[in-house]
């Protein structure tokens, strides 16, 4: 089946460091992928997609870029700030209705 | 826009009685709505979706019958733990599309945390 798999958190960096959040999924047909943060005490937001191979979904200074040829969608940010602490998930669609998510990877920024 | 609410935010109950939960869209008519479980420090586990108008669609291994969802309008859908366990205790959270889901656009509830004791 569909699957997502993100790096082990939790993540610790100091303001104004490179991030990059690793994912690679399994899937079936040619999936939608996404990027989902949960900050403390809210929802799920989407941060940003990418529906087909080479697109580069973009939001808030996230970047992440839809590699086929090595199932990948890696969440990368150049300077981040204590603001962007969070819980970040992967997820991929692929035509049925449901997100299939990664296990969310847990983000603090140090000032 | 696209503001998702539930309610409670969290609920204590006792062994044996039922809960139920509201998921309502704010300012969107969604055609579905998604139920997820979320364990500490892992990830969301889809329960069921829901169609409005039509029976929810439960994922393998989730007791539909312990786990009831009434989805009547555009708006509302609740999810009623009946029976409730203390291994019930868990992060519900909803999620609801207008467009049935299909390009993944879906809209999250801030959660509800339940605890049976």
């Given amino acids: ?111 | 826009g696209a503001v998702v609410s539930q309610h409670p935010s969290w609920v204590i109950c006792k062994s044996g009685t039922s809960v139920k939960i509201e998921c309502r869209s704010l300012d969107f008519q969604a055609t579905t709505m998604f139920w997820y479980r979320q364990f500490p420090k892992q990830s969301l586990m889809l329960m069921a979706t829901s169609n409005e108008g039509s029976k929810a669609t439960y994922e393998q291994g989730v007791e539909k019958d312990k786990f009831l969802i009434n989805h009547a309008s555009l708006t509302l859908s609740t999810l009623t733990v009946t029976s409730a366990h203390p291994e019930d205790s868990s992060f519900y959270i909803c999620s609801a599309s207008e467009d049935r889901g299909l390009k993944g656009e879906q809209y999250f509830g801030p959660g509800t945390r339940l605890t049976v004791t």
């Fill in chain 1, 1 to 111: 089946g569909d699957s997502v798999t993100q790096m082990e958190g939790p993540v610790t960096l100091s303001e104004e460091a490179f991030l990059t959040i690793n994912c690679t999924y399994t899937a079936t047909g040619y999936p939608s992928l996404f990027w989902y943060v949960q900050y403390p005490g809210e929802g799920l937001q989407l941060l940003l997609k990418a529906t087909k191979a080479d697109d580069k979904g973009s939001n808030k200074g996230f970047e992440a870029t839809y590699r086929k040829e090595t199932t990948s969608f890696h969440l990368e940010k150049g300077s981040v700030q204590v603001s962007d602490s969070a819980v970040y998930f992967c997820a991929l669609t692929a035509g049925a209705q449901k997100l299939v998510f990664g296990q969310g990877t847990r983000l603090t920024i140090n000032p």
